[in-house]
């Protein structure tokens, strides 16, 4: 079984939520993984934003993107 709780915050786990798990799984193993999500900053919002004005004509393709990154890279 699968299960994921979406929290706004740390401060959001309380004993109902762990009530729910323990109700759910029962006597069960199981595993807790903690992952904190990524928030972009005002400075990516902007680099993107500016992204998105760029003329798509001196767009590149896919492999000729990973073809530089090999040149200038080594990668």
Known sequence: ?????????????????????????????????????EVLSQEMKIILDDRLQEDESTYITPKQSVEMLKKNYGI
């Open 1 to 37: 079984m699968y299960t994921t709780f979406h929290l706004n915050s740390a401060q959001d786990v309380n004993s109902d939520l762990l009530d729910a798990i323990k109700a759910a799984y029962k006597s069960k193993p199981i595993t807790i993984i903690i992952e904190e999500e």
